[in-house]
């Protein structure tokens, strides 16, 4: 099975950006020509692609399934095992944040909730707490919009990464408008107490 020059490159490339994304060079490779193939492969369909081992081919598909980043398939006839990326790129994104939630932001919200439990007993440490608190807030802000992404259907996402700087002027406008009344409520309330004030 030999590699079409447009796929060679996508394969090599996710190969390369795997470690900076905290996965390896073989399992980079092995998901970007699962994501790109036009059908499902076996270990020795990628193996060959590849040039990989079969030890190596099958140790990144287990780290792949690890991730619910790939689907498990068997055809008629054939005994073997055959896998497939999600063809939905919104289901690979949803699932890639849902896996890093757990494997990465739920340890780091549970030490910080216990540290904000303690009760802190020098400067130094009313500091380093105060510092936590900043970072659990956002974190916590950020995975409660996180679970609401991961609630939405696939186009309601795609409209609402299309909105992008409209979501900005729209909360500025809501800020102008806040200003604006809140403005007029206080000029009321001088008139009012001025009212009051000469009878």
């Not at 994501?35 to 190596?56: C, H, K, M, Q, T």
């Not at 006839?77 to 949803?94: K, L, N, T």
């Not at 007993?121 to 609401?148: F, P, S, Y």
């Not at 992404?149 to 609402?160: E, G, R, Y």
Request: no cysteine.
């Amino acid at each position: 099975m030999n590699l079409a020059p447009l796929t060679q490159r996508f394969v090599l490339h996710f190969g390369e950006m795997g470690s900076r994304w905290g996965i390896n060079r073989t399992v980079g490779q092995i998901y970007a020509l699962l994501y790109v193939s036009p059908r499902a492969l076996n270990a020795d369909d990628i193996g060959e692609a590849l040039a990989f081992s079969r030890s190596n081919v099958s140790m990144g598909l287990k780290e792949l399934q690890s991730w619910n980043l790939v689907r498990l398939q068997h055809l008629p006839g054939d005994r073997r095992e055959y896998f497939q990326a999600p063809e939905d790129v919104w289901a690979i994104f949803r699932t890639l944040a849902e896996e890093r939630r757990k494997r990465e932001i739920d340890p780091t919200l549970s030490m910080l909730r216990e540290a904000l439990m303690e009760q802190p007993t020098n400067e130094d440490d009313i500091h380093a707490q105060a510092r936590m608190k900043q970072m659990h807030d956002l974190v916590e802000l950020m995975t409660g919009w996180l679970a609401e992404v991961q609630k939405m259907d696939s186009a309601t996402l795609i409209s609402l990464m299309k909105m992008g700087t409209q979501v900005q002027k729209l909360l500025e406008l809501k800020d102008k408008v806040k200003a604006s009344f809140g403005g007029r409520s206080t000029e009321s309330s001088a008139i009012a107490n001025k009212t009051t004030e000469e009878s």
